[in-house]
């Protein structure tokens, strides 16, 4: 989906406010989400400003913050991976495609 620069810097700055915990209207929230269902880059955009509005920002040296920096699900301790339970690929089956492949 092919974005022109207005309409990326529409996104980007709604997607910042939510980082931040701005108000956002619903109307913009669905603007975004719209855009975030048909590209990937949108939708990294938006996962880590829902986590950064969540949990705050995490130290980028530990798993958490690698988490948040990739835009997966999973700074809840439930969501954390426990190798003698899970299994890895579906540990991984929430974050995007690209994740899924590697």
């Known amino acids: 989906m092919f ?14 406010r939510i ?4 108000p956002v209207a619903l109307e913009e929230r669905i603007y ?4 975030a269902k048909h590209n990937s880059t949108i939708w990294t955009w938006l996962k880590k400003a829902n986590s950064l509005r969540r949990y705050g920002k995490q130290k980028s040296d530990g798993i958490n913050g ?3 920096n990739l835009g997966l699900d999973g700074l809840e301790t439930e969501n954390h991976f426990d ?3 899970d299994d890895l690929a579906d540990w991984f089956s929430g974050s ?4 899924r492949r590697s």
Request: aromatic fraction near 6%; glycine fraction near 0%.
């Open 3 to 16: 974005l022109t620069n207005k309409t990326r810097l529409k996104i980007k700055d709604i997607v910042k």
């Open 19 to 22: 980082s931040l915990d701005e």
């Open 32 to 35: 975004v989400e719209k855009y």
């Open 66 to 68: 690698l988490i948040q």
């Open 83 to 85: 190798p003698k339970n």
């Open 96 to 99: 995007p495609d690209w994740v």
